[in-house]
């Protein structure tokens, strides 16, 4: 009989916009997520819809868009990592708008505070309001929904921002 005491372990290298880029340790059944988080997770400056893996000598590497695994459970866009290969995260592309909103907390003694709040979200081609809402974990309660803005770059000094009154919609 053969029992299998521990997986072997190989080195993957993982560089770019993660907040600890270096070498750690995979095994046969480590994920691409699981090894970003093992760098401390993506940057909010990276990107999640064109990380690249493959062979560091690969020219075709491997583009998954881990947003599409995490949003619609997509486990082709999460692959397990092979021994040699690597993961590159890039800067987010040109296709990013910011979404801003303000948090309405209630203290202890009644009195109400505003907490303004951002998220950056790298959207694709034909990308709709609900995928950004997705991308950001949803509408939190919490938020005051008639001060939601978005905020598009129209060129590379220029920017727009768009009020969305979120009750109106909903």
């Given amino acids: 009989s053969v029992s299998l005491s521990r997986l072997r372990t190989f080195e993957v290298l993982v560089m770019g916009a993660v907040k600890e880029p270096g070498v750690y340790q995979g095994t046969s059944v480590s994920r691409v997520s699981e090894l970003l988080d093992q760098a401390g997770g993506v940057r909010p400056d990276g990107s999640q819809r064109h990380i690249r893996v493959g062979l560091s000598d690969d020219k075709q590497k491997r583009v998954i868009d881990l947003m599409a695994f995490k949003r619609k459970g997509q486990i082709d866009q999460n692959p397990v990592i092979k021994d040699g290969e690597m993961i590159f995260v890039p800067t987010m592309g040109s296709m990013i708008v910011t979404v801003k909103w303000t948090k309405i907390k209630v203290?202890?003694?009644?009195?109400?505070?505003?907490?303004?709040?951002?998220?950056?979200?790298?959207?694709?081609?034909?990308?709709?309001?609900?995928?950004?809402l997705t991308s950001i974990g949803g509408i939190d309660l919490a938020?005051?929904?008639?001060?939601?803005?978005?905020v598009r770059r129209e060129g590379p000094d220029r920017f727009v921002t768009i009020p969305i009154n979120m009750q109106k919609l909903f």
Avoid: C, N, S, Y
């Fill in 107 to 132: 203290l202890d003694k009644g009195a109400i505070t505003e907490e303004p709040t951002q998220a950056a979200v790298e959207l694709e081609e034909g990308e709709r309001m609900l995928d950004l």
């Fill in 143 to 150: 938020w005051d929904l008639e001060r939601v803005q978005i």
